[in-house]
């Protein structure tokens, strides 16, 4: 190989990498540029519902939930009595007869 093949090489090597580098910085700006319209719409958002009155923290739909100590609680459950299944005592039922219209 020639030394004007070899140059002609390398300038084709370093216009790929210069092109590669511009598209990834274009595509970081677009990306930058996104996400700030993004950030700045959504704060649009939350502060338009702000000013009309909308907010949903301050909202009077607010419900209040009543809380009680958990030995109090403890004490209003009663145990329950677990049963036995009869397989026998469930065939002797009748069946549930559903009307059709």
Do not use: H, Y
């Not at 511009?22 to 540029?33: D, E, F, K, T």
């Amino acid at each position: 190989m020639d030394p004007i093949e070899k140059r002609e090489l390398k300038r084709r090597a370093w216009a790929r990498l210069a092109a590669q580098k511009r598209r990834a910085g274009l595509l970081r700006g677009r990306v930058v540029i996104a996400s700030l319209i993004c950030f700045a719409l959504l704060w649009g958002i939350v502060f338009a519902q702000m000013a009309t009155g909308n907010d949903p923290v301050l909202s009077a739909k607010s419900k209040t939930v009543a809380t009680r100590p958990i030995k109090q609680a403890t004490k209003e459950i009663e145990p329950t009595e677990t049963r036995e299944v009869d397989p026998e005592a469930e065939a002797e039922t009748e069946p549930l007869v559903t009307s059709q219209s």
